[in-house]
């Protein structure tokens, strides 16, 4: 699997050390939360930027805030490899898919743990990733819901019948165990946060985790 480190809980006033602390991850995840779709605000698309004049790695946006199309852009512009926006966050998909892939980047779209999977049937053709929220977005630290498995092998699935090209990204509550049961249902992709960032030895431990 590739581990995407979600930095958030990491210290931000040395942040730039931090990020290299993971530099042996081959991507590196963003969580921009706006205060509005989910509770808590984060950062926006100025800190994408910063970050990429000292790092290489695949840029993985996750876009929690409201009306994703008004602000993709940016993110677009800042840097991002993968733009992943929310089901519940926009009424328009279908165009903001096509927007996205015409700047010539990557997309996504994530669920939350009450959203049917199957909603996303209609845009499977069409998209690079689909993230499933294991944990409730918006806040880390928090347990991996065990059903999520089942959408991941839904959506495993679905790939392997239609031949999808998707990825199927996980986050929330990722540590040894739970990215092994992810690995099992036919997740590609691990978000590890706070699991990752408390460790010293950051390198082995995201080793351990893609090679779980």
Known sequence: MICSPSFLS???????????????????????M?????ANKTYDHRLVKTIKAYSHQFFDVHL???NPED???DYVSAGADLITFHYEATNDIFNLI?????????????????????VLDPFLIDLDLILIMSVEPGKGGQKFIPESADKIKYLADKRANFNYNYLIEVDGGINLETAKTVKNSGCDVIVVGSF???????QSLIEDLENV
């Open 34 to 38: 706006d205060g509005k779709f989910v």
């Open 98 to 118: 096509k927007a996205i892939k015409a700047t010539n980047t990557k997309v996504g779209i994530s669920i939350k743990p009450d959203t049917d999977v199957r």
């Open 71 to 73: 602000y993709y852009s």
């Open 10 to 32: 990491s210290n931000f006033t040395k942040l730039k050390e931090e990020i290299i602390s993971v530099k042996t991850a081959r991507w590196l995840h963003f969580d921009v």
């Open 196 to 202: 990752l960032f408390n460790q010293k030895d950051r």
């Open 64 to 66: 929690m805030i409201e």
